[in-house]
């Protein structure tokens, strides 16, 4: 069974901490993202990663940062946290071309007071 | 700038009545629409896709309506049941791109 763990389920931080979520995936994906979750908005790409070392800003990169030192993990950063990245985190990893499928993470319920 | 709108935001539907969500697309380079479904307290899940050689394609009671022409797709739920309750979001992937882009979602209720 597939699976895309995310270190935490819940976190409070306070504003200027540096953030670490991490996210882990068995499936031997190449691609991860990271999308934050807001009502209303959908789901928003930060990042994304096609390898090992790579990574590609999303739509809302502005606050944020990745690393990928390892095929199955992918690591968001809040360098200097602020209230208005309170949100739901979700990682997810995909299946390659043609298939396209997406698996996602249960999430990181982050509040930054 | 939101490339894929989905209407409604919410929605509350009868138990055994059909639940419609629609969704519109701008980019004619788009090659792939699956829909994800997500409850409460998980990530969303792959619910059913199509690509855009077909109009329509039903998978038990979940059935996605595409018109290319109008660029635009919709999901079908018939004989909605309570259990359905969840947040519908659907998508569309550009395979020289690698990603999704995700609609707004939409709250689905099915009441008893």
């Known amino acids: 069974d597939v699976k895309v763990t995310q270190s935490s389920r819940y976190l409070v931080k306070r504003t200027g901490e540096k953030v670490f979520l991490e996210c882990v995936q068995d499936m031997d994906h190449e691609n991860m993202f990271w999308y934050r979750q807001d009502p209303g908005l959908g789901l928003r790409l930060i990042y994304f990663?096609?390898?090992?070392?790579?990574?590609e800003k999303g739509d809302i990169p502005e606050g944020y940062s990745v690393s990928r030192e390892k095929k199955e993990r992918f690591s968001l950063i809040l360098e200097s946290a602020s209230t208005n990245q309170t949100s739901m985190y979700l990682c997810a990893s995909q299946k390659p071309v043609p298939v396209n499928e997406q698996f996602f993470g249960p999430g990181t319920r982050l509040t930054v007071l | 700038q939101q490339q894929v709108k989905q209407s409604p935001q919410s929605l509350i539907v009868q138990k055994g009545g059909i639940s419609i969500i629609n969704c519109a697309y701008e980019?004619?380079?788009?090659?792939?629409f699956p829909w994800y479904q997500q409850f409460p307290g998980k990530g969303p899940a792959l619910l059913i896709a199509?690509?855009?050689?077909?109009s329509e394609k039903k998978e038990g009671r979940f059935t996605i309506s595409f018109n290319k022409s109008a660029k635009q797709f919709s999901l079908h739920i018939m004989d909605s049941q309570p259990g359905d309750s969840a947040t519908y979001f659907c998508a569309a992937f550009k395979t020289s791109g690698s990603r999704l882009t995700f609609g707004e979602g939409t709250q689905l209720t099915v009441n008893p």
């Open positions: 199509i690509r855009p050689d077909v």
């Open positions: 990663s096609y390898d090992v070392k790579m990574k």
């Open positions: 980019n004619t380079a788009f090659d792939y």
